[in-house]
């Protein structure tokens, strides 16, 4: 399997910014083993859609709404996401847990918006600092897997990434240790199988750099990674889809 480089820009980045940082990712990597894929805000993600519709880069949203459609004043729905050739979104991300109170109840509306509007959607799970430190680890990750997931048919699997992300790593500089991502990484794996009786790529998300990408991707179970900070300079981010492939 090709390890999947996906990069989240965030509320990061004009439009002209973001056209200009993605210029010059495909000018130094003008072909690549990975399969990376591009989260520009959503004002960008027209113009990027548009220009790489024939290229081997993927494109997709940071977010969907939980609703189809109707009055709900800003949001965005899976099927405006997919009619802009956009093939891809990140759900249920820490910071939308942990800023916009988005619930596990919430997330699984969103996925099954996605998955309804041919959208690959990208599941983001992780634990506090807190969590962690109360040995909870297992059980977070488990429950928001469970709850992520219910409803959603087995056929699907195919189309579902997920991404381990602690939220303790993300931005932080912090990488997680190469043992408790193994731990984590195996456990997510397993309950999956449990659920859709097939393997799910995995991603690991939390401080990744150039210098770190090389010894995450070896890790048993570490399919890619989803990248923020190193996604936003063009030199770190190449270099780790270099230094992977
Ligand atoms: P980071 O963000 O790479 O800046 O830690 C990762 C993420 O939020 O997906």
């Known amino acids: 399997m090709k390890p999947i480089v996906a990069a989240n820009w965030k509320m990061n980045l004009t439009l002209l910014e973001s056209h200009a940082l993605l210029e010059e990712i495909l000018n130094q990597s003008k072909s690549t083993d990975a399969k990376v894929i591009f989260f520009p805000s959503f004002i960008s993600l027209p113009s990027i859609c ?11 949203g940071q977010n969907i709404s939980d609703k189809e459609s109707g009055a709900y004043t800003g949001e965005i729905s899976a099927s405006m996401l997919q009619s802009l050739n956009a093939h891809y ?20 509306d969103k996925i099954l918006h996605a998955l309804n509007a041919k959208l690959k959607p990208i599941v983001c799970i992780g634990e506090t600092l807190q969590e962690r430190q109360d040995d909870e680890t297992a059980l977070v990750l488990k429950r928001q897997l469970t709850a992520a997931f219910e409803n959603i048919e087995q056929n699907e699997h195919h189309n579902i990434i997920v991404a381990y992300e602690p939220v303790w790593a993300i ?35 939390g401080s990744v750099t150039a210098d770190n990408a090389l010894s995450l991707i070896n890790i048993d179970h570490v399919d890619g990674f989803l990248i923020g900070g190193a996604s936003l300079n063009s030199e770190s981010f190449c270099q780790i889809i270099k230094n992977i492939t």
């Open 171 to 205: 931005g932080t500089g912090q990488t997680a240790e190469e043992n408790q991502i193994l731990e984590a990484h195996k456990l997510i794996k397993k309950t999956l199988k449990s659920i859709f009786d097939n393997n799910i790529p995995t991603l690991y998300g």
């Open 50 to 60: 548009d220009k790489l519709r024939d290229a081997q880069y993927a494109v997709g």
């Open 89 to 108: 979104v990140i759900i249920g991300h820490s910071e939308r847990r942990q800023f916009y109170h988005e619930n596990d109840s919430q997330i699984n």
